[in-house]
């Protein structure tokens, strides 16, 4: 990030002078094309063309350097080959230039000269305070009138609007643009971030989301400069303004293979990360640009769907099926009519009509029947807004039909989303509706996509707010064992200093002992009492279970002392060379659910938390959803509810609900320890086994991996 940046970036986005430096008359020329947008645009201060070689540049006065210009730029647009950036730079800063954007590719994206060539322009830019967009970057366009800029060097220019787009790629602004002219959408500032050198995505979201010109912000990236500060920047700026993304490329897995459960479901799901990220951050991900713009479109229409309750509103039968399909898929429910609203309904419809939801009017219907039904359905409270689906009929034209949306449109402020299907020219109808705030969509399942974002994003903003909470630990007591294993160069903790540490942080374990020989778990079953549960203690095995290194279900001491023979012989076989520290015995848990919970410090995300169904098949299923540390209630609650085997934990077949409460708080803690001890890179809890009612949950084993010494501070703090 560039030292002297302003947060509105007013800078690079309202510069009242521009220089282009490398302004060209030639043809084919990016320096042409750029500075030629630029007038295009009708630019509103006062632009110079700088180049040595040309007194004039489409007309207008040329100047052979920045010394001599008439006044200061602003901002400086730079198109000159990459080893004269860097004098360019200095030039302008001895101006007292205060931004630049530097179209030049060449830099670190090429090679490792290019790298160093990147990081003296950006010690130069440093030197002067100077905001630095690029390099190898399309350029940036503010459409607000009072600016009116436009320093790419595209061929189109879109319509002025409120989607501010950001992009990682240059190529895909260019297609964009086309794409924005063909389709009507409207930008209110558009940047290509090129290689970041200076301004990043986050500085971007944060001075976007305080643009009043700008409704939704979409970005297009391939990576995040800091996910951590991504996630706090769009925190706040989704309070107020919806945020899409779409991610393209995914971050290299992790040079160290890691042994853990958790770790190795982190590095094999990365993609999975940032789905957490977006997650906690109230940012939708699209998984296509046509997605992303159809989604945009919605949003920028400035509608609000105040739930999920959807009237799908239909002439025929199967665009209505795919259209519901999609809103279910999409979150949406289509509730059926309230009786009233039917028996209101029946006599005003053609008699063909199938009068549900979706309601199938038929082609017996007319423009007039859409208007009349659509009013009298979105008069109901119960329905939050609506979807028309019309195939236009002999009844009616696209164009009666267009009026009669608007018409019932005008009775209420519930939104409305439009699919005329059938018909070959439809920009005339699509144009009076879209005007009239009525977005369209070529097939019912891309408005249904539309509405279900806009729905999720009210959930989002209208959330009940939780703080994350900091449960009273016990962090000396933690501290101390991650001190003795320093002191005695341990990198997995054995599994009762594991225990320790996490009991230290208010995590449950079964009752139970270390033994060393059959007599002594002999005894120590006696006195914790029957069935009990045998496990090796091994600082070399992980998965205890593959080599036999688990017994349960021991109910008598004969059993213990078969169970404690097979082991033995098993370990032998399969584990001659690990080192064996004892055995534990320990009251076996009969009831409750098998989960996993787990930590992984990620380089780049910082803590992780996952949770799954746990046990032995956590790798096979891989039903596990990841959270960045420090969760808060909700977020923890909503982790429980994304796996797919949930169901399992509100209890199948008559069982009783399982502690979904006590589940969430050991999330909570775990959250907390991760965040409060640095020294933990991996920590697995699985099973923890969650019991019924409210009887909490049970950590059944445990494994803690420790990192390099180091002395990074703790995150600042739990409670943010
Ligand atoms: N001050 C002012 N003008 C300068 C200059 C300086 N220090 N150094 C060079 N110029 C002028 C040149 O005289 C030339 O003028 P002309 O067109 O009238 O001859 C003009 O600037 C351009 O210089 P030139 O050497 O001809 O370079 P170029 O136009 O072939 O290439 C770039 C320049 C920046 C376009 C090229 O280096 C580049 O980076 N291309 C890739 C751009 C890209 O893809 N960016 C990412 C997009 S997503």
């Keep these: 990030m560039t030292i002297g940046r302003s947060e509105e970036l007013d800078e690079i986005f309202r510069p009242s002078s521009v220089a282009v430096v490398g302004a060209s008359n030639k043809a084919g020329k990016v320096g042409t094309y750029l500075f030629r947008n630029i007038l295009e645009a009708g630019f509103k201060g006062v632009v110079y063309p ?103 060097f595209s061929a189109n220019l879109p319509p002025r609007g409120n989607i501010a787009f950001v992009s990682q790629s240059g190529a895909l602004c260019a297609g964009i643009l086309a794409y924005g002219v063909t389709e009507r959408i409207g930008f209110s500032r558009f ?70 459960h958790t770790g190795s479901l982190a590095q094999s799901g990365r993609d999975q990360l940032y789905d957490a990220l977006f997650n906690q951050a109230g940012v939708q991900r699209a998984e296509t640009l046509g997605e992303l713009f159809r989604i945009a479109k ?36 289509l509730p059926p009519l309230a009786r009233a609203v039917h028996d209101d309904l029946v006599p005003r419809l053609p008699r063909s009509a199938t009068v549900a939801n979706p309601l199938d009017m038929t082609a017996d219907a007319g423009a007039d029947h859409y208007r009349d ?29 267009a009026r009669a949306i608007l018409a019932a449109k005008a009775t209420t402020t519930k939104p409305i989303a439009a699919c005329i299907f059938g018909v070959n020219d439809l920009s005339r109808e699509v144009a009076l509706l879209e005007d009239n705030g009525v977005p369209t969509f070529t097939f019912p399942e891309e408005a ?56 230290a942080y208010g995590i449950r374990f079964p009752k139970g002992g270390v033994v060393h020989t059959l007599d002594q778990a002999v005894a120590a079953a006696d006195q914790i009492g029957y ?31 078969a169970a404690w023979a097979a082991m033995q012989q098993s370990l032998t076989a399969k584990a001659h060379d690990a080192r064996i520290e004892g055995f534990e015995v320990e009251t076996e848990i009969q009831e409750g659910k098998e989960v996993l919970v787990g ?44 796996v797919k085997a949930f169901p399992l934990l509100r209890g199948v077949r008559g069982e009783p609900p399982s502690d979904v409460e006590g589940l969430t708080e050991v999330i909570e803690r775990v959250s907390q320890l991760a965040v409060e001890m640095p020294d933990v890179v991996e920590l697995d809890i699985n099973p923890l086994i969650v019991l019924p009612g ?18 990074s501070a703790p995150l600042a703090s739990a409670a943010r």
């Design 599 to 642: 930590v992984q410090r990620d380089p780049h995300f910082g803590p992780i938390l996952a949770f799954g169904l746990g046990g032995i098949y956590v790798e096979v299923l891989r039903d596990v959803t990841f959270r960045l540390a420090p969760i808060r209630p909700l977020s923890a609650l909503h982790m429980v509810q994304s």
């Design 448 to 503: 249904a996509q539309g509405l279900g974002a806009l729905a999720k994003y009210h959930a989002w903003w209208t959330r009940p707010k939780t703080e994350v909470r900091v449960f009273d630990v016990d962090r000396a007591a933690a501290q101390a064992v991650v001190d003795r294993a320093r002191r005695d160069g341990t990198v997995i903790l054995s599994d009762l200093a594991a225990r320790g540490l996490l009991s």
């Design 50 to 152: 700088v180049n040595p070689s040309s007194k004039s540049v489409s007309g207008v006065r040329c100047y052979p350097s920045i010394e001599e210009l008439p006044e200061t730029p602003d901002l400086g647009v730079i198109i000159v080959p990459a080893p004269s950036v860097g004098d360019v730079i200095d030039q302008l800063g001895k101006a007292g230039s205060r931004g630049v954007v530097i179209i030049t590719a060449g830099f670190r994206e090429l090679n490792e000269a290019g790298a160093a060539l990147e990081q003296d322009v950006v010690q130069r830019a440093a030197k002067y305070k100077m905001s630095i967009i690029g390099p190898n970057c399309f350029g940036v366009i503010n459409t607000d009138p009072e600016v009116s800029l436009n320093s790419t």
């Design 298 to 333: 919605i949003f920028s229409s400035g509608l609000n769907l105040e739930g999920p309750r959807l009237m799908l509103l239909t002439n025929s039968g199967g665009p209505g099926i795919v259209a519901a399909d999609a809103a279910v898929r999409n979150g949406l429910e």
């Design 531 to 561: 069935p009990v549960v045998l496990k090796v203690v091994s600082p070399d095995l992980s998965h205890k279970t593959d080599v036999g290194g688990v017994a349960l279900g021991i109910r008598d001491p004969a059993s213990l002392r």
């Design 191 to 260: 940047v290509s971030v090129g290689n970041r050198a200076g301004i990043d995505e986050n500085d971007l979201l944060y001075s976007l989301g305080r643009d009043e010109a700008t409704k939704v912000i979409l970005l297009y990236l391939e990576s995040l400069v800091d996910g951590r500060k991504f996630l706090e920047t769009a925190r706040e700026v989704t309070e107020h303004k919806p945020v899409l993304v779409i991610k393209g490329g995914r971050t290299p897995a992790g040079e160290r293979a890691a042994k853990s």
């Design 694 to 711: 409210h009887a909490g949950a049970i950590a059944a084993d445990a494994r803690i991996v420790l990192g390099p010494p180091s002395r």
């Design 373 to 401: 039904i659509l009013q009298r359905l979105l008069a109901a409270p119960d329905m939050n807004g609506a979807l028309v689906i019309t195939t236009p009929t002999p009844t009616m034209t696209a164009e009666s039909v």
